[in-house]
Nanobody, 115 residues
C-alpha cells in the first residue's frame, strides 16, 4: 500500500510561483510512475503532469512551459514547480500513483491564484 501526502499549496498572485511536494510511503516508490492532477469546482479531475520511474515527463497543454514535474527517489518525493501562475490554475491539486490495478490519491492541496 502507498500513502501520498501533498504540501505546498496556498494563495499567490497571478504571475507568481509555487512548488508542490508529494511525499510517498513505501519502498516501491522509485519504480512507479507518478502524476499530478487538479480539480476546479464543478470540473473534472484532469492530469496536469506525469513522470515515469525513469524520469520521462509529460504535461497538459495548458501548463506546458510553465510547470515542471520532478522526483527525488531518495526522498520518496515528487514535486511540481509551478511558474507564471494564472487564475485558471486555481484548483485542488492531487498527487497520484497507479500500482497494478489500484489507484492511490493524496488528500489534495488547494492552490488559489488571484488576478
Amino acid at each position: 500500500q502507498v500513502r501520498l501526502a501533498e504540501s505546498g499549496g496556498g494563495l499567490v498572485q497571478a504571475g507568481g510561483s509555487l512548488k508542490l511536494s508529494c511525499a510517498a510511503s513505501g519502498s516501491i516508490f522509485r519504480i512507479i510512475p507518478m502524476g499530478w492532477y487538479r480539480q476546479a469546482p464543478g470540473q473534472n479531475r484532469d492530469l496536469v503532469a506525469g513522470i515515469t520511474s525513469g524520469g520521462r515527463t509529460n504535461y497538459a497543454d495548458s501548463v506546458e512551459g510553465r510547470f515542471t514535474i520532478s522526483r527525488d527517489n531518495a526522498k520518496n518525493t515528487v514535486y511540481l514547480q509551478m511558474n507564471s501562475l494564472k487564475p485558471e490554475d486555481t484548483a485542488v491539486y492531487y498527487c497520484h500513483a497507479d500500482i497494478g490495478i489500484t489507484s492511490y490519491w493524496g488528500q489534495g492541496t488547494q492552490v488559489t491564484v488571484s488576478s
